[in-house]
């Protein structure tokens, strides 16, 4: 069974531009989950789509968005970079039913410039 | 809201010795807590889980933990480590509602020595 895979695993953008990250969580899997690790901020949560539905959501400012597509593959946006935006950037997905694991991607390590 | 405390930020430790990865977490409903390793570069991978049950939870790796609900405690043990063990670790919960959204420690990196 293939992981959760997440591409591209690196990016450089300058600042004032737009990235799109995407993820593509394990077959069957229908809640996708983005989190953002920085070295002083740790892990926060960013938000959580279930059935191409928004669940839940983190305090990150409006210029942080995401969607789920019909086959549960995820996309994640930011518009307007900042220099705070590089972090690493991981999807998490997970099966049915709040017993269920969040299995996690490599991630995407974004550098802004 | 859930919070989790890791009390150390970094364990060194020599190979062969036994370790302890102490996590504390605060929180008003019932939870489900984690531990979760990362190596460099890459995402996390899932140690254990506590769900309900038996208080003492085996993992992966060697890896053990002990839910301790009077003193609202989740810390990771492990009899004897490896040099491969070096990594960083983190500690989770989620709200056991269906709510899947996870709060995580700070992590603790783990230097395992020759």
């Known amino acids: 069974k293939a992981g959760v895979t997440q591409t591209p695993r690196y990016l450089i953008k300058t600042r004032g531009q737009q990235v799109t990250l995407s993820c593509s969580p394990i077959?069957?899997?229908?809640?996708v989950s983005w989190y953002q690790q920085t070295p002083g901020q740790g892990l926060q949560f960013l938000f959580e789509?279930?059935?191409?539905?928004?669940?839940n959501k983190g305090n990150f400012p409006g210029r942080f968005s995401g969607r789920q597509f019909s086959n549960s593959r995820s996309e994640m946006n930011v518009s307007t970079l900042e220099l705070g935006d590089s972090a690493l950037y991981l999807c998490?997905?997970?099966?049915?039913?709040?017993?269920?694991?969040?299995?996690f991607g490599q991630g995407t390590r974004l550098t802004v410039v | 809201a859930q919070s989790v405390t890791q009390l150390d930020s970094q364990v060194p430790v020599f190979e062969e010795a036994p370790v302890e990865l102490r996590c504390n977490y605060s929180?008003?409903?019932?939870?489900?807590l984690f531990w979760y390793v990362q190596y460099p570069n890459q995402g996390l991978q899932l140690l254990l889980k506590?769900?309900?049950?038996?208080?003492l939870v085996k993992g992966i790796n060697g890896f053990e933990a002990e839910f301790n609900k009077s003193q609202t405690s989740f810390h990771l043990r492990k009899p004897s480590v490896h040099i491969s063990d070096t990594a960083e670790y983190f500690c989770?919960?989620?709200?056991?509602?269906?709510?899947?959204?996870?709060?995580f420690g700070k992590g603790t990196l783990l230097t395992v020595n020759p």
């Open positions: 998490a997905s997970s099966g049915q039913g709040v017993n269920t694991e969040a299995f």
């Open positions: 789509y279930f059935s191409e539905t928004q669940r």
């Open positions: 077959s069957g899997h229908r809640s």
């Open positions: 929180s008003s409903v019932s939870v489900y």
């Open positions: 506590y769900l309900s049950g038996s208080t």
């Open positions: 989770a919960v989620v709200r056991g509602s269906g709510n899947y959204k996870l709060t």
